[in-house]
Structure formats: structure tokens, C-alpha cells
């Protein structure tokens, strides 16, 4: 039987084994990069290890916080040595989708900001090419109007959901709304991501294409690695 | 002597001219289209036309309410069937550049749902192509990391400048900055506005290209119109 939740953790080890004293490391959003964020903290405590985190959204700095991870709190300007984060999905060229959990923005935004982003996984979340299985790409639009944002994503040729609790659409971290995007398939992810991105209303999208500089997928007891170059 | 503010209410006259009894309205933002919402609000008055409007921006909003015109507040879904909105700068094909008071988002949000989008102008506002000349171009980008993001329209091949009042950066009603970029002359406008868009950090740029269908430039006491072809 795999055991996700151990992979998660294996791939999360493997990131966090990449931190030096005096990193500054973007600390990622969701499952995965939770248990990266608890093993710094065991660092931390074990090692004296000595580095600063950037949060990519409030659950991350609040659990980073409580696992004794110094965070930096002035944004105007960072270079991050290091950014750790999961992913819904990932191909061997380092393109992936990530899962919005009321985040995407502010994780672009700090993934985007470091010389080295690792992306980490368990095996499922390797699929390659990235469009070639069914998949919902989550798109963060304005309130403003989002019905009509809708309709503009629906054209992309994907059946689009806005995400809510029951009747009550879920707020992003920037009081935005998200809309999932189910794809059959798709061929060119720079391409829709770009179309994503520019289509009135969006304020970001899933797709991270040429972010990633290095791929940690766990299968079992095993690492596979790859690296990537970002084009950032 | 060129009177822009005569030129200015002369081409909101004639936008104004454009709208019908029944029509959903799309009120746009700037000393142009302040222009046409008070016109707007004298044909109410005078002749009881009977309009909807939707305002781009907190001080359109306010404006129409005191020139009596009725506005639509639940805007989770709208269609337009005219949006009259100012610009910094035209071209004969349409391309446009707002100037970005604080509103760039709602702007593109609302005149992108129009079926007509009018852009009214004096004189001094057309310039073909869009950017033959030294322009000023209005990037609204995320409070986190503005820096980094600052940096990277640099690499654009621009000179671009927080706006601020003082040492107080100003805020969009988004609650995000501004990044004003000098550029001396670009060339192609649609891939500019593409690459400004997918830049990480940034929420929306000045540049409105494939939205406008009609362009009125007033000159002294003279109209000129070009119908263009929205592409959105």
C-alpha cells in the first residue's frame, strides 16, 4: 500500500536538507510543504540551524511561528536563498499547478523571489506531460464582475466551478475569489497560463511555468530529482 | 489657444449622444469621463432618460450618485451595452493608455464587459502609433515585494518610479501600489501589455489593448471618431 503522507514527508526531508545557515527560505503553502515547515523547525531546535523564512500565506506563517522559524515581516524587497513549496501536480520540466488554497498570489510572489525553488511531492503528484490527465487548474479572480470572468475561462475550453463552503464562495488571503477550471487535457501550459493570466479579471492563476528550478518527487522510500532551469 | 477642457466636454457630449434610454452604462474615471457623467446626469434631468450605470472607480461612483444617476451595486455578473471612459493616450487602431488614478482594475473589469466601449479624448491624447513618443505607462502591482517586482519592469526597458504623495505611497482602491514606467517609445503595445501582465507583482497595467471599439478626439470644435474592433 503507498503511504502518501510518507512520501510527502520523505520529499519534504530531502528540501529541507538543502538549508544552510544564514538562508533566507520561502516556506510554502499546503500538506507537503507543512511537514518542510515543521522539519525546519526540528532543525531549528536540534541544530541551531540560524535562517530566516518568508511565509507564502497566513497558515504558513502561523505554523512557521509556531514551530520557531524567525519570519521576515518588511516585504518591500527580499531575495530568498530558497523556497520550499508543494504542488498539485508537477512534470519532469519542472511546470506545475498549484492547488490555490487562498494563496496564489503571495506564493508567486515568494517562490518568484528565490534563486533556488524547490518544488516537492509525493508520486502521485508527477504527471508527465503536465496537461495529459484531467486536472482542475484553480484561476484567483476579482469579485468584481467574476461572473463574467467565468464565462471568459469557460472559453479557454474548460468546465469552470467557483470554489465555496456550501453556498458562501471562499475568500483568497487577498479577498479575492477562486474559480477551478477542470481540464480534460491541455497541450501548452505556457500558453493557457498566459491566456489565464490575461484574460479581465484574473488576478493569477495555477500555473507556475518556468518558476520551479528543482523537482523532488518521493516514490516509496526513493527520491527522484530533477533540475530544471527557471527562466524568470 | 487650445482649450482641452473644452475639447475635453466636447467629446464627452458626443459619447453622451450615444446612449439610449434602457441602456446599462459603464461610467469610466478621470477629468473626461467626470465630463460625461455630469452630462450624463443633465440628460436624466432634462429629459428623463431612463439609465443603469456601473462606475469604475470609488470617485465615479460618487460623482454619479450626486448627478443623480441610478448605479447597479450587486456586480456579480453585468453586461454593458456602452462604457464611456477617458484615457491618457490613444491611438488611431484603439490601443489605449489609462492613466491609472487609483482604479486601473475596475476600469478594465467594467469597460471589457461593455458591448461599446467609447474612448473620449481631447486633442493632445492621440498619438499614432501608441508609442512614439515618451509616455508614462501606470502598473499597478501587489504591496508585497514592490521592489522586486519594480526591478523586473525595469528589465522591460523602462525608468519606473513608485507614485507616491510625500514619502506615502498611494494606494489603488484595490489597496495595491503604483508603478509608474517612462518609456522613452516602445513598439509593439500588445506584447508589452502581455509581458507587463504576466510580470510576478503585478495586478494590471495602463496599457488597454483590443478593448476600445470607438475613439472620439475632440480638436478645437471638431470631432474625430474611429470605430475600431474590440478582440476581447
Redesign the interface.
Known amino acids: 500500500m503507498v503511504d502518501r503522507e510518507s512520501e510527502k514527508k520523505l520529499a519534504a526531508r530531502h528540501a529541507v536538507g538543502y538549508v544552510r545557515d544564514g538562508m533566507k527560505v520561502g516556506l510554502g503553502s499546503g500538506t507537503t510543504a507543512a511537514y518542510a515547515i515543521r522539519l525546519l523547525g526540528e532543525r531549528i531546535e536540534r541544530e541551531g540551524l540560524e535562517i530566516v523564512g518568508v511565509a507564502t500565506s497566513t497558515a504558513s506563517s502561523e505554523l512557521a511561528i509556531s514551530v520557531g522559524i524567525p519570519l521576515v515581516s518588511h ?5 530568498l536563498d530558497l523556497a520550499i513549496d508543494g504542488t498539485d501536480r508537477v512534470d519532469r520540466a519542472g511546470r506545475l499547478i498549484k492547488g490555490g488554497g487562498g494563496a496564489l ?2 506564493e ?3 517562490d ?2 528565490a534563486a533556488r525553488f524547490l518544488v516537492i511531492g509525493d508520486a502521485s503528484k508527477l504527471v508527465d506531460p503536465l496537461g495529459s490527465q484531467p486536472i482542475s487548474i484553480p484561476v484567483e479572480v ?8 467565468l464565462r471568459r475561462l469557460e472559453r479557454l475550453g474548460c468546465k469552470p466551478k467557483l470554489r465555496s463552503v456550501g453556498k458562501i464562495p471562499s475568500l483568497t488571503d ?1 479577498g479575492n475569489y477562486t474559480i477551478d477550471c477542470g481540464f480534460d487535457s491541455f497541450d501548452d501550459s505556457l500558453k493557457l ?2 491566456l489565464m ?2 484574460t ?2 484574473v ?1 493569477d492563476c495555477g500555473l507556475f511555468i518556468g518558476m520551479a528550478t528543482q523537482v523532488i518527487i518521493a516514490r516509496s522510500t526513493q527520491i527522484e530529482e530533477f533540475t530544471v532551469g527557471a527562466c ?1
Chains 1, 2 share one sequence.
Not at 75 to 79: A, P, T, V
Not at 142 to 149: A, I, P, Q, R, Y
Open positions: 516585504l518591500d524587497e527580499f531575495e498570489l503571495h508567486r510572489i515568494v518568484g523571489a476579482f469579485v468584481l464582475g467574476w461572473k463574467n470572468t487577498e497560463a498566459n493570466r490575461s479581465i479579471g488576478a524568470w
